[in-house]
């Protein structure tokens, strides 16, 4: 009974399909990039998405060219959801939200584009596979826990992603609880910094303005609680750091892309 109980858990969040117990397996991509599409599919429908179409022309042309820089051959889609979180992400696979509320906060294209290169790194990185697979390694009982959260109101969800995504149940519920409410690595945040800083670049966009976005990102909350996207990652100072020590490299890789953008065009 009790190991019913558990499977019928894991099905709730990962939708089972090829996926199953026992003898859980770290996907492959073919199948990790499958669930995140279904995931993405309930997100576009019940999400609002935004008709700014400023907005959208600059998040839709640097999504093309961070994703052109990543050098993946994802199956790339990018939404921007009319939503004030401060927060962006990409799924495994190259499924890619960025919410109105961080484009204030951000002030230039090459900005957005330190943005998603961070995400798209995770995704390029594997590291939401990796996690999946550390989840169900070390951690089956309380995904069987996280399923009846889902279906008894999100109480695990910490961030507001993972509230939002919940509430739309099926697959998106699933990836909520294990994508967007659980802290990648420090190695996996520094190497996504790092990889992602060198994607903007490629892409052709200042990567000074990376760790210039930071002291925006602080400023924005002042003192109260930080954006979602700045919670489960380093500190400011910290990434600052990092950012700033890969400056020579990022900069090399800047100077010999096929385009040079600066920063773009300002978000206003």
Known sequence: MKNTILLSMLCILFSCSSMSLPGVHEPSDAEINEQAAKAYLEVKAKSKL?????????????????????????????????SPEVNAWCMPGGKMAVYTG???????????AAVMGHEVAHA???????????????????MAVGGAAIIGGQLLCKTQTCKTLTSLGGAAAGFAVTFF???????????????GQIYMAQAGYDPTEAPRLWDRMSASHNGAAPPEFMSTHPSDETRKAGLNSWMTEANSVYKLAPHQYGLGENIK
């Open 50 to 82: 935004s008709t700014n179409k400023e907005w959208n022309d600059i998040v839709q042309r640097v999504a093309k060219r961070i994703a052109i820089a990543s050098g993946e051959n994802f199956q790339w889609e990018t939404v921007l959801i009319d």
């Open 102 to 112: 961080i484009m204030p906060v951000l002030k230039t294209e090459a900005a957005l």
């Open 124 to 142: 390029t990185l594997r590291h939401g596979k990796q996690r999946y697979a550390r989840a169900i390694s070390g951690n089956i009982i309380g």
């Open 181 to 195: 409410d659980r802290k990648f690595s420090r190695g996996d945040e520094s190497a996504a910094d790092k990889t």
